[in-house]
């Protein structure tokens, strides 16, 4: 059955309306009912009663002829019963119940034995009655006469027809009174639903409805019209909020990008303009050591070995600075990224420029991310000379690379057996400048894995490390999962 023939999906008019025509109809029913029967019972009851009139006039006319058994008299008493077009049969009876005369109708019914007491009454199409003659308080003899009720049927039927008409045509009057009044109720209920969809699809506050007196639906209609008010008022009042907060997130946004902006160029001018003066150092101190080394004693060559130390590490930092403002600046160019080729490629330029340590490379094959090769390979490079260096005091390097798919991520996991670090201080591993370990024990900017954390950031990914006891460091490195299609 389609929805839409449900009585909970009926508007409210039509089973209002329904309602009354039901009620209506049953009580009309009812009466008309009420009407038909006692009409019916009112019907046999005068038929009967003048049926028994009939009886005792000929029943008293005819008592002397009986008692002189006179069949003529009898005969002409009866007769006159011919006028009488629904009488269809008169039997009478001497005393000894034996049949004096009959008038037969239409319908030739021989007359009953009184052997045994006939039926009298209503019986089928039928009224019949047996009364005794009386003369003198004597029973003289028995009189009995059946009558059609053809007539009877015939008004009743009547009665019924005119009944249900008048019934119908009121009910009509009822369909029609019924639906102008049942706006009254309707009308107020079905605005206030159209006034609510319109509320919840438009999210127009301004909606009101009419108000239709002091009853229980007017004060529906006024406790409606101050719900939505209130909601119209608060509504309001956050949408101020919002454009308030709005306008205060993008001034702290446009004042925080300048200030980005200009860190990061007073970054990058005095990474450059550092260098000059550094490379000065340098170039002067070499040629100071090559042209003036046998005029220097132990104590100077030391001082000059410094020298030159220093400007080798200060030339890591100006280029580690550089790193960092070139990953936070530079423009995405996002594509597909075979990071395990990638990761090969940085351990064969490794494996080239460092020691000879033994090493054990592990990466697992057809790892791809989703990002800029360019910044990707800054990260990877990073975290592999990290690993590099960290475990070049070991006799055997191992360092393994895998990855671990999920439904919307995919995390890189890179893992050494180098001498990993103290987990108390795991928060300050990614901020810039923090080392935790001293440069006579490695050596280092403290830049490189504060690049690293800017890079997968850039990706909308996270990175996090641990270290195990005695088991080297591993750093996880989280991205969003690359589409495969």
């Given at each position: 059955?389609?929805?839409?023939?449900r009585?909970?999906?009926?508007?409210?008019?039509?089973?209002?309306?329904?309602?009354?025509?039901?009620?209506?109809?049953?009580?009309?029913?009812?009466?008309?009912?009420?009407?038909?029967?006692?009409?019916?019972?009112?019907?046999?009851e005068?038929?009967?009663?003048?049926?028994?009139?009939?009886?005792?006039?000929?029943?008293?006319?005819?008592?002397?002829?009986?008692?002189?058994?006179?069949?003529?008299?009898?005969?002409?008493?009866?007769?006159?019963?011919?006028q009488?077009?629904?009488?269809?049969?008169?039997?009478?009876?001497?005393?000894a119940?034996?049949?004096?005369?009959?008038?037969?109708?239409?319908?030739?019914?021989?007359?009953?034995?009184?052997?045994?007491?006939?039926?009298?009454?209503?019986?089928?199409?039928?009224?019949?009655?047996?009364?005794?003659?009386?003369l003198?308080?004597?029973?003289?003899?028995?009189?009995?006469?059946m009558?059609?009720?053809?007539?009877?049927?015939?008004?009743?039927?009547?009665?019924i027809?005119?009944?249900?008409?008048?019934?119908?045509?009121?009910?009509?009057?009822?369909?029609?009174v019924?639906?102008?009044?049942?706006?009254?109720?309707?009308?107020?209920?079905?605005?206030?639903?159209?006034?609510?969809?319109?509320?919840?699809?438009?999210?127009?506050?301004?909606?009101?409805?009419?108000?239709?007196?002091?009853?229980?639906?007017?004060?529906?209609?006024?406790a409606?019209?101050?719900?939505?008010?209130?909601?119209?008022?608060?509504?309001?009042?956050?949408?101020?909020?919002?454009?308030?907060?709005?306008?205060?997130?993008?001034?702290?946004?446009?004042?925080?990008?300048?200030a980005?902006?200009e860190?990061?160029?007073?970054?990058?001018?005095?990474?450059?303009?550092l260098?000059?003066?550094?490379?000065?150092?340098?170039?002067?101190?070499?040629?100071?050591?090559?042209?003036?080394?046998?005029?220097?004693?132990?104590?100077?060559?030391?001082?000059?070995?410094?020298?030159?130390?220093?400007?080798?590490?200060?030339?890591?930092?100006?280029?580690?600075?550089?790193?960092?403002?070139?990953?936070?600046?530079?423009?995405?160019?996002?594509?597909?990224?075979?990071?395990?080729?990638?990761?090969?490629?940085?351990?064969?330029?490794?494996?080239?420029?460092?020691?000879?340590?033994?090493?054990?490379?592990?990466?697992?094959?057809?790892?791809?991310?989703?990002?800029?090769?360019?910044?990707?390979?800054?990260?990877?490079?990073?975290?592999l000379?990290?690993?590099?260096k960290?475990?070049?005091?070991?006799?055997?390097?191992?360092?393994?690379?895998?990855?671990?798919?999920?439904?919307?991520?995919?995390?890189?996991?890179?893992?050494?057996?180098?001498?990993?670090?103290?987990?108390?201080?795991?928060?300050?591993?990614?901020?810039?400048?923090?080392?935790?370990?001293?440069?006579?024990?490695?050596?280092?900017?403290?830049?490189?894995?504060?690049?690293?954390?800017?890079?997968?950031?850039?990706?909308?990914?996270?990175?996090?490390?641990?270290?195990?006891?005695?088991?080297?460091?591993?750093?996880?490195?989280?991205?969003?999962?690359?589409?495969?299609?």
């Amino acid at each position: 059955m389609s929805e839409r023939w449900r009585w909970q999906y009926w508007p409210l008019k039509t089973k209002l309306l329904l309602l009354t025509v039901s009620i209506s109809t049953l009580g009309i029913l009812l009466v008309c009912t009420s009407l038909v029967v006692v009409e019916n019972r009112t019907s046999e009851e005068q038929l009967e009663s003048e049926l028994h009139v009939i009886a005792d006039i000929l029943a008293e006319q005819s008592a002397a002829a009986l008692l002189f058994e006179d069949s003529q008299q009898i005969n002409t008493i009866i007769s006159s019963l011919n006028q009488i077009n629904t009488i269809e049969q008169v039997c009478v009876y001497n005393v000894a119940g034996d049949l004096m005369s009959a008038l037969n109708g239409t319908g030739y019914e021989p007359c009953p034995s009184l052997d045994a007491e006939p039926e009298v009454g209503f019986v089928g199409d039928y009224y019949r009655l047996l009364e005794p003659v009386m003369l003198d308080g004597d029973i003289v003899g028995q009189f009995y006469l059946m009558s059609r009720l053809e007539v009877l049927r015939e008004h009743i039927w009547t009665f019924i027809v005119i009944s249900f008409s008048v019934g119908i045509g009121i009910l009509g009057l009822l369909i029609w009174v019924a639906s102008r009044l049942q706006r009254l109720i309707s009308e107020p209920i079905v605005e206030l639903s159209n006034a609510a969809d319109r509320i919840s699809h438009e999210h127009d506050y301004s909606i009101r409805v009419p108000v239709y007196g002091k009853d229980e639906l007017g004060r529906l209609g006024s406790a409606f019209n101050e719900m939505i008010g209130t909601i119209q008022d608060q509504n309001q009042k956050i949408l101020q909020s919002k454009d308030d907060l709005e306008r205060t997130v993008a001034e702290r946004t446009s004042e925080l990008s300048l200030a980005n902006r200009e860190l990061e160029a007073f970054s990058f001018s005095v990474s450059h303009d550092l260098r000059q003066p550094l490379r000065a150092i340098e170039g002067f101190g070499q040629a100071l050591e090559e042209d003036c080394r046998e005029q220097l004693n132990d104590v100077g060559l030391d001082y000059l070995a410094r020298i030159r130390a220093a400007t080798v590490r200060m030339g890591s930092l100006i280029d580690g600075m550089l790193v960092l403002s070139r990953v936070s600046r530079q423009a995405m160019e996002v594509e597909r990224v075979d990071l395990s080729t990638m990761l090969a490629e940085i351990v064969e330029e490794l494996q080239d420029t460092v020691d000879t340590l033994p090493s054990e490379v592990t990466i697992q094959p057809d790892m791809q991310v989703v990002g800029d090769e360019r910044m990707l390979r800054i990260a990877f490079q990073n975290l592999l000379e990290n690993a590099w260096k960290y475990t070049s005091k070991n006799e055997k390097r191992a360092i393994d690379v895998s990855a671990c798919e999920e439904l919307n991520s995919i995390t890189i996991a890179l893992k050494d057996n180098g001498v990993g670090f103290d987990m108390k201080y795991v928060d300050k591993l990614f901020v810039a400048f923090n080392r935790l370990h001293t440069p006579a024990q490695f050596s280092g900017t403290g830049l490189g894995l504060a690049t690293v954390d800017r890079v997968v950031r850039r990706h909308f990914g996270r990175v996090f490390a641990e270290s195990p006891i005695d088991s080297g460091a591993c750093f996880y490195l989280e991205f969003p999962r690359p589409d495969r299609g």
